[in-house]
């Protein structure tokens, strides 16, 4: 049985045994702590537990549309589980992760707006631009039709909830927003596309223990590369469309959890091979301050190129698999990067289901919370976004 996932980790950085050593140790202790300690990474133990049923939401199935409202980690995990199941959703969700006025309007102007199920999400409850957005759809939201996610505490959202008789989840305070998509966060939108949630939780420890030492090796190389300061971005070249979003998801973990104390690197999600024809040659012969983290998708369905459309000319790529064409131009990049040295990881991606996904959602929470360890810097906090929050208050009040 093939893996779900293939990780090629082509980093040259040196591992010294001390490193792998102390790396080691902080393993072990998250290993012994995780079923007990109500901390972030008690959202991958086995003993996690939701804070909803699977009844509570039986009488929003009905709706064929859902319309989640949020921003950074209230919406991402969720956008990004919609867009990389998506052939197996038979509901249209709408994402409003942003203050934006044309989106708002359309959605105020929609007749089966009154049709559609509200999810609003904001873990401190305050979130403004969350508020906004709700503020502008209030008389659409109702008691039957809206699901809110927030802390149990005296915020705006749950004096909200409790004023209009909405249905209430209360968001865990032990887990930020960054690292919620297999908390309520992302598992109750998860219910409403009609996914398994279970099947996300099957491999989420794959990486901490049958597979420990491909996390030992990538967190002490990238942490090398952290403290060096040589590098400035990180690229996600995204040969798979699917995973666009998993990969926005990717890209708020990673900034806003690494990018401290004059440390980090700028994620960029880079779709291919579009990007082969914008951005390629800037990434081969420009400055040597990238990372590549390059991602593809084994597809089961077969698309084939037509014969004897074009000239004779293009047979090289007539009567072809897409897959194929599209492999060929992924490894034609990989070919250049090693010819001109350039670091790149690789993951190659061979299901599409809720396994795989959670998987993939368990690694880079892993990898992360475990870079930030090795290279001091706390990767649960966000000073910066804190401060800009609390002088917009300012000059709006």
């Known amino acids: 049985m093939k893996k ?65 409202i949020g921003m950074g980690g209230s919406v991402l995990g969720a956008n990004a589980i919609y867009s ?11 994402f409003i992760d942003n203050i934006d006025l044309n989106k708002i309007n359309f959605l105020k102007n929609q007749k089966k707006l009154n049709n559609s199920c509200f999810i609003i999400i904001s873990k401190s409850g305050n979130t403004l631009e969350t508020l906004t957005n709700l503020n502008l759809l209030n008389n659409k939201v109702n008691s039957k039709n ?25 968001h865990k305070n032990y887990i930020g927003g960054r690292y919620s998509v297999l908390s309520e966060v992302g598992m109750v939108p998860a219910i409403l596309m009609g996914l398994n949630i279970y099947a996300f939780r099957k491999k989420l420890l794959t990486f901490l223990y049958s597979n420990q030492n491909s996390l030992i090796e990538s967190v002490v190389k990238l942490s090398k590369i952290y403290n060096s300061k040589k590098l400035n971005s990180l690229i996600f070249l995204n040969y798979a469309p699917e995973l666009n979003d998993f990969l926005y998801w990717c890209q708020q973990l990673i900034a806003e959890s690494l990018g401290k104390k004059s440390k980090g690197l700028l994620p960029v ?3 291919a091979p579009r990007d082969h024809h914008s951005l390629l040659q800037l990434y081969l012969d420009g400055p040597r301050d990238k990372l590549f983290c390059i991602f593809s998708l084994n597809h089961n ?11 004779k000319s293009f047979n090289y790529a007539q009567g072809k698999e897409l897959a194929k064409i ?12 090693r010819n001109k040295k350039i670091p790149y990881r690789e993951f190659e991606i061979n299901n599409i289901d809720e396994q795989t996904l959670g998987e993939l959602f368990s690694f880079f929470i892993l990898e992360t919370i475990l870079i930030g360890k090795m290279i001091n810097i706390n990767p649960y906090d966000q000073p910066a976004v804190e401060a800009v929050k609390i002088l917009t208050k300012k000059y709006l009040s």
């Open 4 to 68: 779900n996932i293939i990780f090629k980790n082509q980093l040259k950085e040196n591992s010294s045994n001390k490193e792998k050593k102390k790396l080691k140790k902080i393993i072990e202790e998250i290993k012994k702590s995780l079923d007990s300690k109500k901390d972030t990474l008690h959202i991958l133990s086995k003993k996690f537990k939701l804070n909803f049923n699977s009844s509570d939401l039986k009488r929003f199935q009905k709706f064929k549309q859902i319309i989640l």
């Open 269 to 271: 999600v880079s779709p």
């Open 84 to 94: 990389f199941l998506k052939t197996k959703i038979k509901k249209e969700f709408i």
């Open 326 to 337: 599209s492999s060929a131009q992924k490894n034609a990049l990989i070919k250049e990067l």
């Open 301 to 311: 369905k077969k698309l084939v190129t037509n014969r004897g459309v074009l000239d």
């Open 146 to 170: 809206a699901i809110i996610i927030t802390e149990n505490k005296n915020n705006l959202l749950r004096i909200y909830s409790n004023k209009k008789k909405i249905f209430f989840i209360e």
